[in-house]
Nanobody, 122 residues
Framework: QVQLVESGGGLVQAGGSLRLSCAAS????????MGWFRQAPGKEREFVAA????????VYADSVKGRFTFSRDNAKNTVYLQMNSLKPEDTAVYYC???????????????WGQGTQVTVSS
């Protein structure tokens, strides 16, 4: 069992930066692939990024590639999503998730956090 708690969301102007954190409980955290997804009002939850169990491999959605950086610190049971050059279209609730393999699909993840709101004003 893994419990995930996101933090770091907020209101930022376009072009600004935020760093999201996701703290995990459970001794097996380091064995999980971690993912970030987001859901804007009226839209489906979409893939943002994923990172392998040791941080050696990352995958990004085309919409965030080059602007977002996903990292993890297994000693702290925490993952981070550094978001730079934010755009109004990045506004959404951001969710972290844990699963057995790197996946772009929601079905690839077994555990989810409650989400943190990110709002980017124009």
């Amino acid at each position: 069992q893994v419990q995930l708690v996101e933090s770091g969301g907020g209101l930022v102007q376009a072009g600004g930066s935020l760093r999201l954190s996701c703290a995990a409980s459970g001794r097996t955290f380091s064995s999980y692939t971690m993912g970030w997804f987001r859901q804007a009002p009226g839209k489906e939850r979409e893939f943002v990024a994923a990172i392998s169990w040791n941080g050696g491999s990352t995958v990004y959605a085309d919409s965030v590639k080059g602007r977002f950086t996903f990292s993890r610190d297994n000693a702290k049971n925490t993952v981070y999503l550094q978001m730079n050059s934010l755009k109004p279209e990045d506004t959404a609730v951001y969710y972290c998730a844990a699963g057995p393999t790197t996946s772009r699909y929601r079905s690839g993840y077994d555990y989810w956090g409650q989400g943190t709101q990110v709002t980017v004003s124009s």
